[in-house]
Every structure is written in C-alpha cells, then in structure tokens.
C-alpha cells in the first residue's frame, strides 16, 4: 500500500488553522479540526505516542477524560453530560500536537495564525460596526465581530501579553507590526463589553511587564500600561460596564431569593456549585448535570433562584469540575493545568515558553470567572497551545 507523505508545512498549517478560525467561524474551526485530524492520520505521527511520557500534563488529562466518561454513568442528563465529555474530549489535540516534530519556525506559524485570525476579527468588528460591511456583530454587540465577548476579551489579552515580548524581541513579526496589532486588539479591549478581558488585562499585564522587562525598559512599559488603564477607565463603554457591575452587585444583596442580572446569576450559580460539591464532594453530581441539580437546589430554597435562566456551569471552571464530578474532577483539573503550568514557567525565557505560559495565565484567572475548561474555543486553543514543546528548537536540516 502506497504511503502518504504530508508536508511538515501543511501539517503545521493544518494544525494553526483553528487557532485562525476561533475567533471568525465556529463552523471554520469544526471543518479545520477534521482537516487537522485527516492529515494527521496520514502523516503517521501517531506512531511517537511514547513522547507523551515526557509530558507532565498527558497523564492528568487522560485520567481526567476518563473520570469525565464515567461520570456520564450517574449523571440525569446524558444530552448535556455529552456535552461536557465532548468539551473535554478536545484535550486530545493536545495529544496529538505532542507527537509532532516540532521546530521553531513551525512555532512562529502557529503564533502568526492566532494573530492573524484576531487581526482580521478585528478589522471586520469594526466595519460592521461603522454599517460599511452589511454583517451583525455577534449578539449584536458592538465591535466584537463574528465572536463571542468573553472569549474575545480574554483571548485578546492573550494576544497583547504575547506582543509584549514579542515586540521587545521581534521574534515572530517586526516592532512596528507588533506595535500596531497592539495598538488594535488594545482599542477593541476597551470599546467591547469586555469585563472579563478588561480586569485580566488590568491583573496581569503589571506582572507581564515585572517578568519581562529590565532597566529602564520595564519603567518605559509600566508608565505605558498607566496611560493604558487612565484609557480603560475614560472609556464610556468600560465606566458603563463598571457601573452596571455595581448595580447588579447591589440588586444581589437587596434581593438574595431572585435575581436576574448578570453578576447575579454569576454569583448564583457559584453558590450553586459550591452547594453540590459540599453536598456531592465525591463523585459529583454526573457530568454535564449542573442545571438539573441547580434546579432541584432553587427549588428547595437552598441557593438563589434565577427565572427564565437555565444554568449550565458555575461560571467557574473550578467549582463547575467540583459540581460534576467531585473533588477528584476538581483535582485532575488542577493537577493538570498545573503541571502545564509550571512546565512553561521553567522555560518562560524561550519564546515557546513565554507564549504558553502567558496563555495558561489568562486560562487559570478567567475561570475564576468564567468556565473556560467546557467552552469550544476555549478548550480547543487549551489544547492546541500546551502541546508547543518547551525545549529550544531548532530547524530540521
């Protein structure tokens, strides 16, 4: 039987495409997902599956896949228990990415696919926006494009904290690029509905800068990010969102028994997840069986009650793991991402690192708020970017 041989330029194209596409076209990313998994099996990479024994976070994550599988054995609702498994199902690109031969520039590729991807979101936001282009933004949200807010705030910051070092070293796109790509995702974080990107910016981009910049570089950046935050908080946008924050927070305290609001519900569904957890801190509840539970807590008057709103997570990728599938869930989780993590703090001084471990930043902070680990693009980008190997790389010959 005659063999394939696919290019490493294909195979790595392949492989950035839904990086690409996350941002513009759900159907994109599924089509490019498939792509990647045709070529793949072609290319016969699958046969270095014992690479993975090197990889500090290949064994939590099949451990975690399993126990997520075998949570579908109690849960009540198998629909949205599919959904989860599906979820976290996509940890296995992760798998995939690691059998890869690696080399720098295919590192560059994929780093100048995501870029690209949000570059081109952007410029498409904005000509919605301003009517010239006859598309609606995405929930009719302005300047957001063909993505959703949260992922797009988040996964933005992910971007600038990447420009950061990448315009201090001009690895993967000159200065003035990076300088302008910033200077673009920065002007859309501050005109979008973007609290959840607006307060990553905020937290990590000081430490960003502490870990990266020395001399008189890391003043020069720190008096930039000042005027950037004075710009966040001029923003008419940003001071809407802030003072809706604060009357939904007071809306909460009035009324604990209802609520309706958006931090509300939030705050809501946590008190939910924490609830099955204390009541469930084994096995959970079953997987993807959040709102089923949620409902039968409201309707004992246990957590808060959210009218017309079907609660699916926790809005925290944390307590979400604990609600399902108990304090092992939680634990696999963590012991993952975490060994993940450190890996890419070792090696933060290589590009490959840097990238990764910025990246894993985001991820752990915005599921304090957010329940990224079940989301499409964010579980897909979790899983396409922790396979970059951290090691130097080199060119093949």
């Not at 990647?36 to 099996?41: D, I, N, Q, R, T």
């Not at 699958?46 to 064994?59: E, F, G």
């Not at 607006?198 to 000042?226: E, N, S, T």
């Amino acid at each position: 039987m005659k063999k394939f041989n696919i290019p490493d330029l294909l195979l790595f194209t392949l492989y950035a495409l839904p990086m690409f596409f996350s941002p513009l076209s759900t159907a994109g990313t599924g089509i490019s997902l498939g792509l990647l998994l045709l070529g793949y099996a072609m290319s016969g990479h699958w046969r270095n599956w014992r690479v993975l024994h090197t990889k500090p976070w290949a064994l939590p994550f099949l451990l975690l896949l399993a126990w997520t599988l075998m949570g579908l054995i109690w849960t009540s609702d198998m629909a949205s228990g599919l959904k989860v498994a599906e979820a976290t199902g996509y940890g296995l690109f992760a798998l995939i990415g690691a059998t890869l031969p690696w080399q720098e520039r295919w590192v560059k590729l994929f780093i100048r696919f995501f870029l690209a991807g949000l570059a081109l979101n952007a410029v498409l936001a904005f000509l919605m926006t301003w009517k010239i282009l006859p598309w609606q933004n995405t929930d009719n949200l302005p300047y957001t494009g063909f993505c959703d807010h949260i992922f797009l705030s988040l996964v933005l910051v992910q971007a600038l904290l990447w420009l950061l070092w990448d315009f201090h070293n001009s690895w993967t796109i000159p200065k003035w690029s990076s300088a302008l790509l910033g200077l673009l995702f920065f002007v859309q974080l501050i005109i979008t509905p973007a609290r959840s990107g607006q307060l990553a910016f905020i937290l990590l981009m000081p430490i960003a800068i502490w870990l990266l910049y020395r001399g008189r570089w890391k003043y020069w950046a720190l008096v930039f990010l000042c005027l950037g935050v004075i710009g966040l908080g001029m923003s008419p946008v940003v001071q809407s969102r802030v003072e809706l924050g604060i009357a939904n927070v007071k809306q909460f305290i009035a009324n604990q028994n209802s609520t309706t609001t958006s931090l509300g519900i939030r705050i809501a569904t946590m008190e939910a997840g924490w609830e099955m957890f204390v009541e469930h801190p084994l096995v959970g509840v079953g997987t993807g069986d959040f709102s089923g539970a949620m409902k039968s807590l409201q309707n004992a008057g246990q957590v808060t009650n959210t009218p017309g709103i079907t609660n699916t997570s926790a809005a925290n990728s944390y307590l979400s793991e604990a609600a399902v599938l108990g304090f092992p869930g939680l634990f696999l989780l963590l012991w993952m991402m975490l060994a993940a993590t450190i890996e890419s703090w070792k090696n933060r001084k290589q590009p490959q690192g840097w990238f990764v471990f910025m990246y894993l930043a985001v991820f752990w902070l915005g599921g304090i708020y957010n329940t990224l680990n079940w989301g499409y693009d964010n579980a897909i980008g979790w899983a396409l970017v922790i396979a970059i190997p951290m090691t130097v790389m080199g060119y093949r010959k």
